[in-house]
């Protein structure tokens, strides 16, 4: 084995600083090309290769006793491969585009995919609408959405059950009418 390979493999922490600095570089321009705009949104290059080495430092004890340092770097692009992989299939699981970047007095389009990045979306597309709405509009609406029922909701407000309805109706047929082509 290499002799940097072996100092590395013992826990010498220069030995792993160098190897390291030797590859770094090189290692972050190779995951930057393979990963795609997806997994880019959910981690970045330098996070990547940070794991990639914590990755392949854990396993060094399993590396063959006749490594050399060629096999020391075949085996870390194996290892980015993996890595990229494995958050790849966690990226995929995000559909759609974040909102959280949209100006305040701004409403964004409630998008039809799902996963964990879009519900932020429309939790923030609904406050904003919410936002927007005149506040007796906007009551019954919050309250609808905690799962009051209309009688519930008129008996708080302190209007009668169709006027409710109607008002929760109104705001339905807007969101509607903003929808259309």
């Not at 290769?49 to 990755?55: G, I, K, P, T």
């Not at 799902?114 to 406050?127: F, K, M, P, Y």
């Amino acid at each position: 084995m290499d002799e940097l390979l072996q100092r590395a493999t013992a826990g010498d922490e220069r030995a792993r600083a160098a190897l390291v600095a030797a590859h770094a570089e090189r290692l972050h321009r190779y995951v930057e090309r393979r990963s795609g705009a997806r997994l880019r949104r959910d981690i970045s290059a330098s996070d990547l290769v940070q794991e990639v080495f914590l990755r392949v430092f854990t396993a060094l004890p399993t590396m063959p006793a006749d490594a050399s340092a060629d096999t020391f770097r075949r085996w870390l692009y194996r290892h980015a491969d993996w890595v990229m992989a494995n958050h790849g299939k966690a990226a995929a699981r995000h559909h759609g585009e974040s909102a959280g970047d949209a100006a305040e007095r701004e409403v964004v389009a409630k998008q039809s995919s799902t996963g964990a990045v879009t519900h932020a979306d429309e939790v923030a597309w609904l406050q904003a609408l919410l936002a927007r709405l005149p506040a007796k509009y906007a009551d019954v609406v919050r309250l609808r959405l905690e799962g009051m029922a209309f009688d519930d909701i008129g008996r708080r407000l302190g209007i009668a059950e169709e006027a409710a309805r109607q008002r929760f109706a109104r705001v339905l047929q807007v969101l509607r009418e903003r929808q259309q082509p």
